[in-house]
């Protein structure tokens, strides 16, 4: 049981690092897109899962996805998911910046940069590594990537998505244990980028 809790605790430090954040623009944005109603609904969800309200400040590297270093936000949301049975996990986080291609490429950058993560959380060890991973297109430009990870000897798995449609950049995730089923991924990605601005 101890195990199970420390697990997905862990889970929900690695998706989950800034909770439900709305949206939120600076003075710099006069009138920023309606990025909270662009995010995927509970309704789009199987049956089964449920808003996640918990929230964390992140893992290493692939803690505040959508925020990289110098590169100034406009406006951002973002919601989280969870099957009710505790996995899989899904997080869905949208973020617009003053140049949206530059704000891609540095997102993508850190993430390809990111390979190794280990640390402790709560009192549990981990260790693993982050790639690059093949996965269709999307919008105008997108990199999925795929996280292995170990915690005291349990297999957990993450993939990730960054997509830029437009002036959109969109951080999707999902975790799983022992690893995610692609195809379940990708079907929530295709519904996600669906609602982004053509």
Partial sequence: MKRTVVIMAFAAAL?????????????ASASPPNLAAMLLK???MPTGWAVYSGSSNGLGC??????????KQTAR???EFVDE???????ERLATFRIAKTGYKKIVANLTA???????TGDEKFTGTV????????????????ASLTV??????????????????MDFEEADIPSVDVSQFQGFVEKAVAKLPP
Avoid: W
């Avoid at 049975?85 to 997080?91: G, L, S």
């Avoid at 390979?115 to 402790?120: N, V």
């Avoid at 790639?131 to 795929?146: C, L, R, T, V």
């Fill in 42 to 44: 509970i309704g789009q």
């Fill in 114 to 120: 990111c390979t190794r993560l280990s640390g402790t």
């Fill in 62 to 71: 692939l803690a505040n996805v959508l925020e990289p270093k110098s590169i």
């Fill in 15 to 27: 998706i989950v690092p800034v909770g439900l954040l709305g949206t939120v623009a600076t003075a």
């Fill in 152 to 169: 005291e000897g349990m297999a957990y798995g993450e993939t990730i998505v960054i997509v830029r449609k437009g002036n959109v950049v």
């Fill in 131 to 146: 790639g690059q991973m093949s996965f269709p297109h999307y919008g105008d430009a997108s990199k999925a990537f795929e």
């Fill in 85 to 91: 049975q505790n996995f899989p996990a899904v997080t």
């Fill in 77 to 79: 949301a973002s919601v």
